[in-house]
T-cell receptor, first 116, second 112 residues
Framework: GAVVSQHPSRVICKSGTSVKIECRSL??????MFWYRQFPKQSLMLMAT?????????EQGVEKDKFLINHASLTLSTLTVTSAHPEDSSFYIC????????????FGSGTQLSVL | KNQVEQSPQSLIILEGKNCTLQ??????????LRWYKQDTGRGPVSLTI?????NTKSNGRYTATLDADTKQSSLHITASQLSDSASYIC???????????FGAGTQVVVTP
């Protein structure tokens, strides 16, 4: 089956630094990639939707200058948490969608971000 | 209001027993419905995906049903195992292409 690779799986950083998370579709071209945030024992919260070559669409309440999303190719999307603060500590997950009628949705394994 | 409601929020079952999780949705138009299993600290893994015309789909000990008329789906776990302990998430696709509505998930704990 299709695989979405996300890394790093875990990152610890100091407050004020920036962290980049990568999401790659390994054996298919993802027309759309999604980024989610998940707090403990809560459901996934969609942060933004990105299509290759165009600007990401952010959900209400998500700061686009805080969470920079780049979708430079059909197999790679990155999420950069800029000037991270302890309240940004969370589990971040990406997913990739294949179009052409089947709308398959595959998830990455997630990144646990801890900001000290 | 969330367009995908899951119940129960959590449940505890004995190893070897069966259980059924529910998912009700209001997403319209409807494209497909998926069930995912998410282990703690991991990304969700697909169990089943069903379109409008499919009523049931199985994946090993997992069987999903769909009633598109009543907009209800269920996930049945047969002969539960300790490894079934996880969060089970119902995701409905519909409306504008690419929009996926997530349920809050059901936390299942299987005890020895």
């Amino acid at each position: 089956g299709a695989v979405v690779s996300q890394h790093p799986s875990r990152v610890i950083c100091k407050s004020g630094t920036s962290v980049k998370i990568e999401c790659r579709s390994l054996d298919f071209q993802a027309t759309t990639m999604f980024w989610y945030r998940q707090f403990p024992k809560q459901s996934l919260m969609l942060m933004a939707t990105s299509n290759e070559g165009s600007k990401a669409t952010y959900e209400q309440g998500v700061e686009k200058d805080k969470f920079l999303i780049n979708h430079a190719s059909l197999t790679l999307s990155t999420l950069t948490v800029t000037s991270a603060h302890p309240e940004d500590s969370s589990f971040y997950i990406c997913s990739a969608s294949v179009a052409r009628g089947n709308e398959k949705l595959f998830f990455g394994s997630g990144t646990q971000l801890s900001v000290l | 209001k969330n367009q995908v409601e899951q119940s129960p929020q959590s449940l505890i079952i004995l190893e070897g027993k069966n259980c059924t999780l529910q998912c009700n949705y209001t997403v319209s138009p409807f494209s497909n419905l998926r069930w995912y299993k998410q282990d703690t600290g991991r990304g969700p893994v697909s169990l089943t995906i069903m379109t409008f015309s499919e009523n049931t789909k199985s994946n090993g000990r997992y069987t999903a049903t769909l009633d598109a008329d009543t907009k209800q789906s269920s996930l049945h776990i047969t002969a539960s195992q300790l490894s079934d302990s996880a969060s089970y998430i119902c995701v409905v696709s519909g409306g504008s292409w690419g929009k996926f509505q997530f349920g809050a998930g059901t936390q299942v704990v299987v005890t020895p």
